[in-house]
T-cell receptor, first 110, second 113 residues
């Protein structure tokens, strides 16, 4: 059974204070690891897909990296508008569906 | 812009009164998904359609049904809503079932009174 654990559950940062969110996973053959951003009361917004260890993707202040056991979402010099819940999900070779983590709730204070 | 649209955004129903939520997409994706998400929890997959092929998750209650009359539309029917069914219901689409990202709609917040 595929499993995803995200840490920390909640993170408060000052504006400009860089940090990383962790997504640890176990899966039988990784088809893809996906990062989403979810604002309160809205659907998740797709950010990145990573397929293999060593892969990196960047978008504005966000950078996602992948190893064989975990993924990190690095946030550089965050702004208050980066405040949201960040969800990680994996798809294994035996499944069509995604397995989601419970998310990290990020708050960036001005 | 291509997108996933859900209606209504907010739905209030009475205990035991059937309710239908709708989803439409302009992405022309083959796969459509319905998720249930409760506060501070991960989205939970209820079922998905790969084209017209319906796939039900093993732990999805019989109270939940779905229809996909064509590529663009998908409906979630809750036959007899209970208080525990109050949640955000998310529709998502993907081009294919494997290895492709899913795109989510804004969700429908269901309240059961």
């Amino acid at each position: 059974e595929d499993q995803v654990t995200q840490s920390p559950e909640a993170l408060r940062l000052q504006e400009g204070e860089s940090s990383s969110l962790n997504c640890s996973y176990t899966v039988s053959g990784l088809r893809g690891l996906f990062w989403y951003r979810q604002d309160p009361g809205k659907g998740p917004e797709f950010l990145f897909t990573l397929y293999s260890a060593g892969e990196e993707k960047e978008k504005e202040r966000l950078k996602a990296t992948l190893t064989k056991k975990e993924s990190f979402l690095h946030i550089t010099a965050p702004k208050p508008e980066d405040s949201a819940t960040y969800l990680c999900a994996v798809q294994g070779r035996s499944a069509r569906q995604l397995t989601f983590g419970s998310g990290t709730q990020l708050t960036v204070l001005p | 812009d291509a997108m996933v649209i859900q209606n209504p955004r907010y739905q209030v129903t009475q205990f035991g009164k059937p309710v239908t939520l709708s989803c439409s997409q302009t992405l022309n994706h083959n796969v459509m998904y319905w998720y249930q998400q409760k506060s501070s929890q991960a989205p939970k997959l209820l079922f998905h359609y790969y084209d017209k092929d319906f796939n039900n998750e093993a732990d999805t209650p019989d109270n939940f049904q779905s229809r996909r009359p064509n590529t663009s539309f998908c409906f979630l029917d809750i036959r007899s809503p209970g208080l525990g069914d109050a949640a955000m219901y998310l529709c998502a689409t993907s081009r294919e079932a494997e290895s492709y990202e899913q795109y989510f709609g804004p969700g429908t917040r269901l309240t059961v009174t």
